[in-house]
């Protein structure tokens, strides 16, 4: 009787094993935990990842363009929850900077963050009234240049590969 009751209890763990269902996900090195996002979200600060190092070398023009803009190298005591995902520089140039490979984590005011995306879609869209209005000056009335383009800006599309 006890070795019935124990291939019943074999079969349901076998069934119950069969239909659990796993999913999995590529890891993102440059994921930023939802609860840090949040914190310096509430200090009203912006979280990225700067290249210092390419190629095996410093980036040292990278790097002091990113800081001329205001971005300020994290700390580790700013986020203990990255502890375990990421290293903190011992040497060298960026020491004590919380890193990933060849990247570091920068924090930025978001008012600024903000500022400087609005400069530079001003400076794009300048430049493209300035394009359409050179092609517009040489248009002919015997053969007019008609302008019907449209200008279209994804981000964070996923790559999808051939099985």
């Excluded at 949040?38 to 990225?48: H, I, K, Y």
């Excluded at 994290?74 to 929850?81: G, L």
């Excluded at 930025?108 to 493209?128: H, I, L, Q, S």
Aim: aromatic content about 6%; charged content about 35%; some cysteine.
């Amino acid at each position: 009787m006890n070795t019935r009751n124990e291939s019943r209890s074999t079969e349901i763990r076998e069934k119950n094993t069969r239909e659990e269902e796993w999913t999995f996900e590529e890891p993102d090195a440059l994921n930023i935990p939802e609860l840090v996002k949040a914190r310096f979200d509430n200090e009203g600060m912006s979280l990225r990842w700067l290249r210092i190092l390419l190629k095996g070398q410093d980036d040292i023009t990278n790097v002091g363009k990113k800081q001329q803009e205001g971005w300020v190298f994290v700390t580790p005591d700013e986020v203990p929850e990255m502890a375990v995902t990421s290293f903190v520089r011992e040497e060298g140039r960026y020491l004590g900077a919380v890193c990933r490979g060849d990247l570091a984590l920068a924090k930025m005011p978001t008012g600024k963050v903000k500022a400087r995306k609005r400069f530079y879609e001003k400076k794009a869209n300048d430049m493209m009234d300035a394009v359409n209005a050179q092609l517009m000056k040489s248009s002919d009335s015997r053969m007019p240049i008609t302008n019907s383009s449209k200008s279209v800006t994804t981000r964070g599309r996923q790559p999808s590969f051939q099985d």
